[in-house]
């Protein structure tokens, strides 16, 4: 029987952005106890005034239904992505910016005024880029997240889609046109490791719904011949698999 993964390979607050912004990662692992340590040994934090972190105060657009928003508070600026807590980023240069709790960096694209026009975040070896956008805007995407998440109904086609996911990479064969290409090419990547921790729990038993979280994500059990999983899942508008994350079940 396939042991199940250590704690830390849980969902939490360490996941951040690769279970979102990135929209992408399927299965993929957070980061272990003691990460933090070795991240800050990596980068050093520098002073910026206060009037440069002004400059990249706002929303940036990351995906159809995801924001993330820089806020100030004093001299510490915390970004929070949509569904999530803030979580404070650090200066290692005038633009560019460090989490301390996920191996991470986002660096702030300055217009001609030092205004952010956007922002770029890096992470496992992928450069995201999110275009400002204005508070209307972001409104309306929150809006429709939490009219979403208090509803509490599943996505048309979202448990369709998560069986037809599960038993792709089973065969080790994803059906890459069903995602978008952010998550294509996570999956590439992650396809040895995800094959081989889907597979190993067997054949699947059955799937229950079990809501909607607070990034506007379905959530469904999976029970499997040897074991249980938790996946969550999000399909943009035109139907494709925008966002996916499995986790070890109860």
């Known amino acids: 029987m396939m042991s199940k993964p250590a704690k830390w390979w849980r969902a939490s607050a360490v996941a951040l952005l690769s279970l979102s912004v990135v ?15 070795s991240i800050s040994a990596a980068h050093h934090e520098i002073s910026v005034e206060p009037s440069v972190l002004d400059r990249y105060v706002g929303s940036y657009k990351a995906a159809e239904r995801v924001v993330l ?12 992505l949509t569904g999530q807590p803030e979580a404070p980023i650090f ?29 770029v975040l890096h992470q496992n070896g992928h ?8 508070a209307v805007v972001a409104q309306q995407i929150a809006e429709n997240i939490a009219a979403k998440v208090q509803g509490q109904t599943a996505t048309p086609g979202s448990e369709a889609a998560l069986r037809r996911l599960i038993a792709a990479i089973g065969t080790g064969k ?36 079990r809501g909607v979280g607070n990034q506007g994500w ?33």
């Open 23 to 37: 929209l992408v990662a399927v299965a993929a692992q957070v980061s272990p106890p003691n990460a933090a340590s």
């Open 69 to 80: 928003t820089v806020i100030r508070h004093g001299e510490q600026l915390v970004a929070q």
């Open 91 to 119: 200066p290692e240069s005038a633009t560019e910016f460090f989490y301390k709790i996920v191996d991470a960096q986002i660096t702030f694209v300055p217009d001609t005024q030092g205004q952010a026009s956007a922002l």
């Open 127 to 134: 450069n995201i880029t999110m275009p400002r956008v204005d």
């Open 174 to 209: 994803p059906n890459y046109d069903e995602m978008t290409p952010e998550l294509a090419d996570i999956t590439r990547q992650q396809l040895p490791g995800l094959q081989a921790a889907v597979s190993g729990f067997g054949a699947v038993q059955s799937i229950e719904f």
């Open 218 to 250: 379905d959530l469904y059990d999976v029970k499997q011949e040897r074991g249980s999983l938790q996946w969550r899942i999000a399909l943009d508008s035109s139907g494709k698999i925008a966002g996916a994350l499995v986790t070890a079940g109860p």
